[in-house]
């Protein structure tokens, strides 16, 4: 294991209010996710999210408020607007990291083991995880998280929602909503789906289950 490449993920990953840098170059997924896809995925989608999240908590008791706590606090309260936003920014900044030009194969390490525990076998836990991703209706997420007794689980999740407000901690992430894959795959959302396995980054996976010990 790269010790390098998990520190760095780990600075990367304190998710602050502000835009993130993407931790690779926007050509670098290419042709699976497409420089075109980031211009628009991360420099206008996701960074619509971010500004729009500035103006809402502008004034408010959030406004100094760490993004972990905007989500919990405006979830609870109903808060649609500012959960939408809060969410979506923590989870395509989380996003970013699910994904690299060295990810792909078959995972390693703890999670691998995890996944072989509570799926049976990896190609049990990537058709599972991949019809959930491809039969979410509409836009959301597709999430391995881990809940409480530490059990491996895939969520499907619609709109912004995120295992944060569920008490479950997120491992990795799929976004699924269609302008994550529009550009590159018009409406094939299932070929999207199985490029995804070709740059998972299963050393950011492993990395959050090491947070969670
Ligand atoms: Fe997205």
């Known amino acids: 294991m790269n010790k390098n490449f998990n ?96 990810g792909g194969k078959t995972p390693e390490g703890k999670v691998a083991t995890l996944i072989d525990r509570d799926f049976g076998s990896f190609e049990n836990f990537k058709n599972q995880f991949s019809e959930t991703a491809i039969k979410l209706f509409g836009c959301g997420w597709a999430w391995l998280a881990q809940n409480e007794l530490g059990k491996l689980e895939i969520l499907p999740m619609k709109e912004a929602h995120t295992p944060l407000v569920t008490g479950k901690k997120p491992i990795l992430t799929l976004d699924v909503w269609e302008h994550a894959y529009y550009i590159d795959y018009r409406n094939a959302r299932p070929k999207f789906v199985e490029s995804f396995w070709e740059i998972v980054n299963w050393e950011f996976a492993n990395l959050n289950l090491k947070l969670n010990e």
């Open 7 to 102: 520190i760095k993920t780990n600075e990367n990953m304190k998710i602050t209010k502000a835009l993130p840098e993407l931790p690779f170059q926007k050509n670098a997924l290419h042709p699976i996710i497409t420089e075109e896809t980031f211009d628009y995925h991360y420099g206008k989608h996701h960074a619509a999210y971010v500004n729009n999240l500035d103006g809402l908590i502008k004034n408010t008791p959030l406004a100094d408020a760490p993004v972990e706590d905007i989500i919990k606090t405006s979830y609870l309260q109903g808060n649609q607007n500012m959960f939408n936003n809060a969410a979506q920014h923590w989870n395509h900044s989380f996003f970013w990291h699910c994904i690299s030009p060295e």
